[in-house]
């Protein structure tokens, strides 16, 4: 579970850093201009870590599923050699979902307007300043991005029934309370990820203020929630917390 965690704050650091360093520079009042080069760069590498993050959270599910349904295998089953696997499996999952996105949406020539009405270079923002036909750009788009969520979020819900089952037939309230709170953390991360994905790229009618206000909290405040999440569940952690809190408030009261 450590490894899988420790890749997941990789993600954390490396997804806010495609979109953020660009969007100071335009709040303190330097240029705001982008290349079509770094334009196709900021898009493919904004889908790729997503996507891949994404799959990472799938993995992620079949490894708590391990853990509770097969405990005394887990070692066996989740070696070092499989974890890499599945790892590789994800980055090679978002290298050919931005690929595929990239490819469609800068073949179209874009010889009209460009202004890009967006804090960062993504699809609903891109494709409406082409000077060509991008339906079916935006079929692709929406199939791909649609394609991958369905598929993430039934390999979540395969692992988590299955696991669900395996916590309801625990005899002692202590055991199920231990499993479910080993699963929470991970579902409130999905809920957080999967969530902005779904009003952003299929929403039947954008809306570009909803759109843009998600994205930004999706790049920013996301990835900070992370953290939080999986070290609340900490024991250490959560004594800490109690510590500071309580000389708080000891404090402000003499």
Request: aromatic content about 12%.
């Amino acid at each position: 579970m450590y490894f899988f965690l420790g890749l997941l704050s990789i993600f954390d650091m490396l997804f806010p850093s495609v979109t953020c360093p660009k969007m100071l520079l335009y709040l303190s009042g330097q240029s705001k201009a982008i290349s079509y080069k770094g334009c196709a760069l900021q898009l493919f590498f904004y889908h790729f870590l997503g996507s891949a993050e994404g799959c990472l959270y799938s993995v992620m599910a079949y490894d708590r599923f391990v853990a509770i349904c097969h405990p005394l295998r887990y070692l066996l089953i989740m070696r070092p050699g499989p974890c890499v696997g599945l790892v590789m499996a994800a980055w090679t999952v978002g290298c050919l979902h931005a690929t595929i996105l990239t490819s469609f949406t800068f073949q179209l020539p874009y010889c009209g307007p460009n202004r890009v009405d967006y804090f960062f270079c993504d699809i609903p923002a891109v494709l409406p300043l082409a000077c060509a036909d991008s339906s079916l750009a935006q079929r692709v788009g929406s199939t791909n991005v649609s394609f991958l969520v369905l598929m993430f979020r039934f390999s979540v819900c395969v692992s988590y029934t299955r696991t669900g089952i395996a916590i309801l037939r625990i005899r002692s309230a202590e055991g199920r309370q231990k499993a479910f709170s080993t699963c929470s953390a991970h579902l409130t991360a999905i809920l957080c990820a999967y969530g902005p994905a779904v009003i952003v790229y299929l929403q039947p009618t954008p809306n570009p203020l909803l759109g843009a206000t998600v994205q930004i909290l999706n790049n920013i405040v996301s990835p900070m929630l992370n953290s939080l999440i999986y070290s609340l569940r900490n024991r250490e952690v959560k004594s800490s917390l109690k510590r500071v809190f309580h000389n708080v408030v000891l404090t402000a009261l003499e």
